[in-house]
């Protein structure tokens, strides 16, 4: 059994408290951390017991590219990193870290490695596999495509839960390729985490793992689901070449849950705090550290329990606002580099290219499904820096003191208002972009999806960047409403979109995304902290735990310490819905016609190559 959360049996007066002179009364107040590890930095956010954030700080992470396509990270850098955002949010905020309750975790869906035999960082990188403590393949590293090639061959039911195909962006291929080029030996004495898990072992030194990464990210089938008895696989990690992790009861995986491992749903309390991590975090032993998440799913938690007024059609009028079953309507999008979308069901939904459905990862018993867009942050980046007046837009922008987003999007106000169109959507109605220059995630899961323009002029000035900007919104929007629809068809019902990230304050774009898609969309309190908040809300829900480790709901928590949000509807403009409804159909014929003449083209060349071959083998 694990030791009990910290809680002082005589508190001393924080520097948080409001002290009556009269009667020297303190009212003592509680708070608890949500770390957030990004692809680029580590956040540390510190809220009261009523949801208010009143900490914030944050360091950026490093990131190794040994070659193209390889990207890796240290947990020691990581953990430094946490360690001084922690220390700094505390001490900026004049908070007594003695009023620290509860730590929750969220990261990257990232590999993290070390040794069974010491608990130390293994290298990643090849061919030594020695000379650094860059023991993390980050989530977004492309080195196991032969092996994710060889993974999905297999056919296996599993595959049933990740979309019907494991993407390369998951950490079992990455696991194989470490098999593959590491030396035997080293390689026998790994031990694997996913980064959050790996964080809460740092914290506790306790092996448990959480369903969410290891369901979303591991090939975990919980028991009972489908049949399936231990969790982990034997037969398809045997077929696969991963027969060695099979060995004593998957022990290097987490083992096995209730034999020798344990796994835990979001917030359920790991242990607490140990000496050593207590002490460079600055903070006392003892405190509740609960199960980590991935951090899309952390944004779930962040948002889709905020208090916003929704009409009739948004919510059930068979149960209460704030009851969880809402939620089943409620779709969260974290919009960042790239965006994910996480919605939740009472029972399985298999939707063809979304990943999914994951049971038990945030809430025991219910099922997650998570799709997702490759670039929409980088998509925009890209598109701005790639055209000739993107120098000129940046330097005006600069010198209106605001960023080019803000800029660009009043350019196009504008130009609107000189053409004296109805809308900004105006603008773009024979502009067509397709946006999938990263690949596609969700809904065709196909990476060798590209991009295409129809409508390109020999417009080199700043109203041309400003109609490639319009139309890359347009795409994000468009592409939202594909996934939607996808996951409404297969037995989802989404209703709404909840979002979070720097995105939300881009008003064109995010009045596009409810038009589009003809649902509100809404806005968080805490637009760049969403994901460190619902982070944190796992750690209250750690402190909550009783002598037998049971917690308060984590839906009664949201609801208690989630914040009010403002809505964006849906244009009230009968034709821009119409004009969008257009543009969405040419939208889907340009995502199709490109399959359509990617094949086309391939049949063509395979009878080609097949000819050159014979030909050859006559010479």
């Known amino acids: 059994m694990n030791s009990m959360p910290y809680r002082p049996p005589l508190r001393q007066p924080s520097r948080q408290s409001s002290i009556d002179p009269y009667n020297d009364f303190t009212v003592q107040v509680d708070h608890y951390i949500g770390i957030d590890v990004g692809t680029g930095s580590a956040r540390a956010c510190i809220i009261n017991d009523r949801g208010d954030i009143v900490g914030l700080a944050s360091e950026n992470i490093g990131l190794w590219q040994p070659q193209q396509t390889f990207y890796e990270q240290s947990t020691n850098d990581i953990w430094s990193c946490i360690c001084l955002s922690v220390q700094r949010a505390l001490n900026q905020h004049n908070i007594d870290p003695t009023t620290i309750r509860g730590i929750g975790f969220d990261a990257t869906c990232s590999l993290a490695v070390f ?57 079992i291929p990455k696991v194989l390729w470490l098999k593959n080029h590491m030396p035997p030996e080293q390689f026998a004495r790994c031990k694997f985490y996913d980064l959050a898990d790996a964080l809460t072992h740092i914290a506790t030194g306790s092996e448990a793992r959480s369903y969410c990464s290891t369901v979303c990210k591991q090939g975990y089938v919980p028991v009972g689901v489908d049949g399936s008895v231990k969790g982990w696989q034997e037969d398809f990690l045997t077929e696969i070449g991963l027969e060695d992790l099979c060995e004593d009861n998957f022990k290097r995986m987490g083992g096995v849950d209730g034999v020798n491992g344990r796994w835990l749903s979001a ?22 550290v609960g199960s980590g998440v991935i951090d899309c799913y952390a944004g779930w938690v962040g948002t889709v329990g905020a208090k916003v007024r929704l009409g009739g059609n948004e919510l059930s009028s068979d149960v209460p606002k704030n ?34 459905p994951y049971n038990n990862v945030l809430i025991p018993g219910m099922w997650m499904a998570e799709g997702g867009q490759s670039a929409t942050g980088e998509l925009l980046k890209y598109v701005l820096e790639t055209h000739p007046a993107f120098q000129e837009a940046m330097s005006v922008a600069e010198s209106y003191n605001t960023n080019i987003y803000d800029y660009l999007n009043e350019h196009l106000r504008e130009l609107a208002e000189k053409a004296n169109a109805p809308s900004v959507s105006w603008l773009g109605r024979h502009f067509f972009f397709y946006g999938d220059l990263f690949g596609n995630r969700s809904p065709i899961a196909d990476p060798k999806m590209t991009g295409s323009v129809i409508g390109l002029t020999s417009d080199k000035s700043m109203d041309g960047l400003a109609l490639y900007y319009y139309g890359t919104m347009e795409f994000i929007a468009l592409q939202t409403h594909q996934i939607v629809e996808t996951m409404n068809n297969a037995g989802h019902n989404i209703k709404s979109i909840f979002m979070s990230g720097s995105q939300c304050q881009n008003d064109i774009l995010m009045k596009l995304m409810a038009s589009a898609c003809n649902m509100p969309v809404l806005i968080p309190r805490y637009v760049h902290a969403a994901v460190c908040h619902g982070a944190a809300m796992l750690g209250a829900k750690a402190a909550s735990a009783d002598k037998e480790g049971n917690t308060e709901p984590l839906w009664d928590i949201m609801d208690r310490m989630s914040k009010p949000g403002k809505a964006v509807q849906p244009t009230k ?6 004009l969008l409804a257009v543009k969405y159909k040419v939208f889907l014929e340009q995502c199709n016609s490109q399959k359509r003449y990617r094949d086309t083209v391939d049949e063509v060349i395979s009878k080609w190559i097949k000819n050159e071959g014979n030909e050859g083998e006559k010479e």
């Open 573 to 578: 403009n009968q034709y821009e819905m119409e």
């Open 115 to 171: 040794s069974q035999d010491t608990d130390e960082p293994v290298s990643v990188t090849g061919p030594k596999f020695n000379t650094n403590d860059h023991n993390v393949i980050l989530w977004l590293d492309h080195r196991p495509i032969k092996e994710t090639e060889k993974i999905n061959a297999t056919g296996h039911n599993l595959l049933r839960y990740v979309g019907g195909k494991m993407s390369i962006e998951m950490e």
């Open 323 to 356: 009851d969880m079953t809402q939620a089943f309507t409620r779709l969260a999008a974290v919009a960042g580099t790239s965006t994910c979308h996480v919605g939740m069901s009472a029972d399985p939904v298999f939707v063809p290219g979304v990943w999914g």
């Open 267 to 288: 917030g359920e309390l790991v242990g607490t705090l140990n000496e050593k991590a207590a002490h460079q975090l600055g903070l006392p032993p003892g405190i509740a």
